[in-house]
């Protein structure tokens, strides 16, 4: 298998369907489209992009993507219970929430992009970033507090699994821009952020060479 990314400092959906490739623990390769580059605007870089857009996961010569059809393919291959929980009631809410987290949080998505290589200490988020943020915060704290508990382990379902990856980028961005949450919710963006995948994405969007100021919003200061 191979999966299509774009840069891992700005790309939130990237992100998600690179951490379910591995957490399938099944053998992949990642090959970065460097976004806003000559190749990328005339589009040479997107002819194996079905949809035009990243991630694209290729499996056999067949396409899949978007981030939770990438991630649904991998629980098909590699077995439902490495994503999703095994009972009905925590099963039913991890699908909502996923659901939720896919097509929702419009402000606090165009308010707060991704960026990994900068954080905003003085970042006053909008009166709808926080409603976002608020209701974010109410779905971890059911699932924590409902299925997290039971199992003793810190995510969302016991296991990590498909929420996780689905909520990590609002993870990064709850870090880069300081936005206020309970102490739970802090308790578990650290967490999240301290995840072997989550650290290896992180040094190596560090690490990258290239940067579009069109992704900044005013404030940021470079993380060393």
Known sequence: MKIIIGNRTYS???L??????????LPFET???VMDSPAWISGEAKTDMPSGKVPVLWDHGEPVWDSMAILLHLA???????FWPRDAPARMLAYAICAEMHSGFAPLRAGCPMDLQHHYPDFAPTAEIMADVRRIETLWEEALGRFGAETGE????GRFGAADIMFAPVCTRIDTYHLPVSATARAY?????AHPFLQEWTAAALAEPYEFTRYHIPGGVKRG
């Open 12 to 14: 939130s959906w990237s």
């Open 16 to 25: 998600r369907g690179w951490l379910a490739a591995k957490q399938s623990l």
């Open 31 to 33: 090959e970065l489209r």
């Open 76 to 82: 098909d291959k590699a077995g439902h219970d490495r």
């Open 154 to 157: 810190p995510w969302l379902f």
């Open 189 to 193: 963006v650290d967490r999240v952020l």
